[in-house]
């Protein structure tokens, strides 16, 4: 099959075809992943709470990074693979270049990084030298100390603007995709329609232009699941059944539902 890239993405923005984004950390899940039709495979930061035992992805660092990267880069063969930059790698332009350097020749094809305004000129000088990047808005777990805590983002009307600002500032300064994690259904709607490049929602309502999951939620592997998440292995059984039915539900607007998403 045609491997995908950031056009195919694009074009299924356009024509309203939901696509699909796991966040995964090893060959043999990219490898089904693909396969089970997930057009995105994200290497979080999120594997340092999910692999690798923290309780946040702050002490993440850019060797584990490289090494997961590397691992699903050799499972997968069609699939576009993105990589987190961690905390603090790209707190300065000049860092970014030689740490997303680095997550590009590991495999990656894109890099995500998260904020807003602060970014948006690394973004734009990344991009300018062919490094794709994904943005990523709302929650932002680099953050959690200085938010306060995991919770919603957007919720009043000034935070809502500031929100929808960065993502217009994230898309001119030349970003490919958009993270939006825990964010009202109805802003996360208004964002994805403001913009050109494909919005992917973690709790932000069925609105956006994909859905990502972690793995571990997907399969039932976390002690106490985030509201937007959903254990699919449930229902399906097995864990390829398990990718074929969120991958299904989110093509048919099943995948989320009202329970999964914030006001
Ligand atoms: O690290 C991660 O898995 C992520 C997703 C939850 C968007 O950033
Ligand atoms: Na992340």
């Known amino acids: 099959a045609k491997p995908i890239t950031v056009n ?21 899940m990219a490898a089904m992943a693909q396969r089970c039709g997930v057009q995105v495979l994200l290497v979080g930061d999120s594997l340092g709470m999910t692999v690798l035992g923290y309780d946040s992805t702050i002490p993440v660092t850019m060797e584990q990074m490289i090494y997961h990267v590397e691992a ?14 961690p905390f603090m790698s790209y707190a300065t332009t000049e ?45 932002t777990p680099q953050s959690v100390n200085k938010l306060g805590g995991y919770r919603v ?36 709607q208004e964002i994805t329609a403001a913009v050109s490049m494909p919005t992917i929602g973690i709790g932000a309502g069925k609105d956006t232009d994909a859905q990502v999951l972690v793995i571990n939620d997907i399969l039932g592997l976390t002690e106490h699941p985030p509201k937007f998440s959903k254990n699919f ?4 059984g097995d ?3 398990s990718l074929l039915k969120y991958a299904d539900d989110v093509k048919n607007g099943i995948f989320p539902a009202g329970e999964h998403s914030f006001d």
Request: glycine share 10%.
């Open 153 to 188: 983002q957007g919720r009043d009307a000034g935070a809502a603007k500031v929100m929808l600002r960065d993502a217009k500032l994230l898309d001119e300064a030349g970003a490919d995709l958009l993270v939006l994690e825990c964010v009202p259904s109805a802003l996360a």
């Open 8 to 28: 195919t993405l694009r074009k299924m923005k356009a024509s309203g075809d939901k696509f699909v984004t796991v966040a995964l950390y090893d060959a043999p």
């Open 72 to 85: 699903v880069r050799r499972g997968n063969s069609k699939s576009l693979i993105m990589g987190d930059m």
């Open 239 to 241: 864990i390829p059944g």
């Open 233 to 236: 292995l449930l229902e399906a």
């Open 95 to 139: 860092r970014a270049f030689t740490n997303a350097t680095r997550i590009m020749q590991a495999g990656a094809h894109m890099v995500k990084l998260e904020g807003g305004e602060w970014v948006a000129d690394t973004v734009h000088k990344l991009t300018e030298r062919g490094i794709p990047v994904c943005g990523h808005l709302g929650l």
